[in-house]
């Protein structure tokens, strides 16, 4: 059974600090790529950062840092100055290939339940 877990969500103040987790099992093939995208209310769900299992990064904010520890199938977000815009649901998403219901090994997504992320004095 494959679960995608997110922790470390909360209530901090403006400037303050978060540290995201987000642990992958039950994946059935490789893990190719990690990482975050957040949705805040009314809006869509958009990139944070991104990290292959090889190292390469995308990021969208340089306040953000993310890192792998592929050995645990782990991701996280290491997130500072934070600011009220940075209010959202920060969703963990892990690529990985799987195979489809006609049999043929496809590009796959998967997602997890999200983590509040609320900033607020």
């Known amino acids: 059974q494959v679960q995608v877990v997110e922790s470390g969500g909360g209530l901090v103040q403006p400037g303050g600090a978060l540290n995201l987790s987000c642990v992958a099992s039950g994946i059935p093939f490789r893990i190719l790529r990690m990482g975050w995208y957040r949705q805040a209310p009314g809006k869509q769900r958009d990139l944070v950062a991104m990290m292959t299992t090889e190292g390469m990064v995308n990021y969208k904010d340089d306040r953000f840092t993310i890192s792998i520890d592929n050995a645990k199938n782990t991701v996280y977000l290491q997130m500072n100055n934070l600011n009220t815009e940075d209010t959202a649901v920060y969703y963990c998403?892990?690529?990985?290939?799987?195979?489809?219901?006609?049999?043929?090994?496809?590009?796959?997504?998967?997602w997890g339940q999200g983590t509040q992320v609320t900033v607020s004095s």
């Open positions: 998403n892990v690529a990985a290939p799987r195979y489809s219901s006609s049999g043929q090994l496809e590009p796959h997504e998967y």
